[in-house]
């Protein structure tokens, strides 16, 4: 299986201007930039593209291991933060954050963050990341 995305961009970097648009065409020339990446604009920007595709790379992996685990989940709520830090002069993605919220019949606390682990280190998103990449997981009953 292969995907694709593409990027343009014009102009420098403060002032230019790109977009991103994607094979399935759920992304459409989605407008991104500095304003988007640094100061909130309108648009979106690298970093929260790599949150929604963790979330929910995450979200089914960890589905696909409840499964196995014999468990299927009413809902996974999974909110992804990703910190984009300047250290010495450039810019670094200096650590990922998930917090799950699981409806989970039959299971406990304890049986969820086991899971969730084998999930967060299964993930294939995970395993292309290279930053230290933390988890809070909580079972609603």
């Known amino acids: 299986m ?5 990027a343009a961009w014009s102009g420098g970097l403060q002032k230019g201007a790109g977009t991103i648009s994607t094979q399935s065409g759920i992304l459409t020339k989605a407008r991104y930039g ?3 990446r640094f100061e909130n604009g309108p648009g979106t920007n690298p970093e929260e593209l790599i949150a929604a595709a963790h979330a929910g790379c995450f979200s089914m992996a960890l589905a696909a291991q409840l499964e196995k685990e014999g468990m299927t989940p009413d809902r996974l709520q999974t909110l992804e933060t990703v910190t984009l830090e ?3 002069g450039s810019f670094s993605i200096t650590l990922i ?3 799950l919220l699981a409806t989970i019949p039959g299971a406990d606390q304890s049986n969820l963050e086991r899971v969730a682990n084998i999930a967060k280190r299964e993930c294939p ?3 292309l990341l290279n930053t230290r990449i933390t988890l809070s997981a909580k079972l609603e009953t």
């Open 97 to 99: 954050h998930l917090d």
């Open 86 to 88: 300047k250290d010495e």
């Open 34 to 36: 500095f304003k988007e």
């Open 2 to 6: 292969k995907r694709t995305a593409s």
């Open 125 to 127: 998103v995970s395993k």
